[in-house]
């Protein structure tokens, strides 16, 4: 209540004797909160609360910037000392509260191409030495996030030796073919959530942690989503649509689609093992159950790409000893071949 007064005094200092509706809008996983106030014209605005002990909004305005030549919102004011700032309102409707509410297939694939556009668009603006790097460094620790909050505290299951041998060796199986792909500019959280249904393209939210890194990522991001599940054709489809316009602007995609999209899942592969890993640590050490119950969703992406490929099948055999087999591994034994990243 006290950040809520001091916003509310803040807003008054930028807007004196404007009788301004101040309701809360959404939060994010970190400390971030953003309330939407609304003018006596109608008009409304977006008021992040970013507590300056907590956060650093340095990096939100300097990517802001950089992603300009997408639809990103405009900083009306700040106040860096107190962690406030006012920004342009891209309205109520995110990306997927549009694709739940209409179920119809050509309603869904022309709102990911949508999307997809605007990643291509973000994706031609990369220039390196930019943004900081996705190195492996970085790949690393966000790995490391599952067997210490998904193994250890989220199952119970710390990695016994044999274990830990399975997984140092799928991650360094994993690096080895991440890591040459092409860089680009990289939002690192690309979900549905952060896309906003607005005229023209869509808008884009939550960008602050972009980094430069493979160009399979933010793909990845958008299909295979926390809180909306696609069949394995339609994200196929739309993956090679992505291929074919990534291709035709000149961005640095290999040649074959079928290279790609072996990219493209083994990228999945990291992120999804980060996911789990950050989900588990929002419940076990922040106390926030909101992400905890998408988790399975994880464990299931990561069961189909790593029984596909024989070279993760040292994450296949981790997983099978960690959660047993369930309906899943019925599903990948009579569905999907297992594959050799060569072949």
């Not at 509260?97 to 949508?114: G, Y």
Request: one cysteine or more; a negative charge; proline letters at 6%.
């Amino acid at each position: 209540m006290q950040r809520l007064e001091q916003l509310k005094s803040w807003l008054t200092s930028l807007y004196p004797q404007t009788d301004i509706v101040v309701e809360f809008a959404a939060a994010d996983a970190d400390f971030r909160r953003y309330f939407r106030a609304q003018f006596p014209d109608g008009s409304t605005r977006i008021v992040m609360d970013a507590p300056p002990e907590k956060m650093d909004t340095d990096p939100y305005v300097k990517v802001r910037e950089v992603f300009a030549m997408v639809n990103v919102p405009q900083i009306i004011a700040r106040d860096r000392e107190q962690g406030f700032m006012l920004l342009e309102d891209l309205g109520k409707i995110t990306l997927l509260a549009a694709l739940e509410h209409d179920e119809r297939p050509l309603v869904r694939r022309h709102l990911l191409l949508e999307a997809v556009d605007t990643l291509v668009e973000l994706q031609q603006g990369s220039q390196p030495g930019v943004l900081p790097e996705y190195d492996e460094a970085l790949l690393r620790r966000e790995l490391s996030l599952f067997p210490e909050w998904y193994c250890a505290q989220e199952l119970g299951k710390p990695l016994n030796f044999a274990q830990r041998q399975l997984w140092d060796e799928g991650c360094q199986r994993l690096l080895a073919a991440i890591l040459p792909q092409s860089k680009v500019y990289v939002h690192r959280d690309f979900i549905v959530r952060n896309l906003m249904l607005t005229p023209g393209k869509p808008g884009v939210l939550d960008f602050q942690d972009a980094v430069y890194g493979p160009i399979s990522y933010d793909l990845v991001s958008l299909l295979r989503d926390a809180f909306i599940e696609w069949e394995e054709d339609f994200v196929l489809d739309i993956a090679i649509r992505y291929w074919e316009k990534a291709r035709a602007v000149g961005l640095p995609v290999p040649e074959s689609v079928d290279d790609f999209y072996r990219d493209f899942e083994w990228m999945g592969v990291q992120r999804h093992l980060k996911v789990a890993g950050i989900f588990a640590r929002l419940y076990h050490r922040d106390g926030k159950d909101k992400y905890r119950g998408e988790i399975p969703r994880f464990i299931k992406y990561l069961k189909r790409t790593t029984r596909r490929y024989q070279e993760l099948s040292p994450f296949y055999q981790l997983l099978l000893q960690l959660v047993g087999k369930d309906d899943t591994d019925a599903e990948l034994q009579s569905s999907y071949p297992v594959l050799s990243v060569k072949g």
